[in-house]
């Protein structure tokens, strides 16, 4: 087997103050939109606009996906990853459990490195 590297930087903030800290390192960052990956449950509760919100208030464009579902299908990362890319998004935000991370990075692998996730 040939010799081979997977890189997919991330930054994960946990805990009291994460949003605020959050919201300072995009604005080091220049963001200016966001693609928000996470389910339609959280979005129900409220959970989702506290996190829009104040992206929202900082000037910041948000844009949010819902479709995913437990064990997330192909076609929920092609649906996420088409979404994405009519969005323009500077970055992505997982948003939820297991299932929406694993969805918000095979997204976001796609994105970064073409391709399909079926490869």
Known sequence: MAL??????SNNLVGEGALEKG???LEKLNCNKVFIVTDEILEKIGVVDQVAKPLQSKGIEVSIFTDVQPNPTV???NAGLEKLKSFN???IISLGGGSVHDCAKAIALVATNGGKIED
Do not use: H, K
């Not at 081979?4 to 930087?9: A, C, E, G, I, L």
């Open 4 to 9: 081979s590297q997977f890189f997919m930087p």
């Open 23 to 25: 919201l300072e390192e």
């Open 75 to 77: 076609s929920n990362v």
């Open 89 to 91: 998004a500077d970055l």
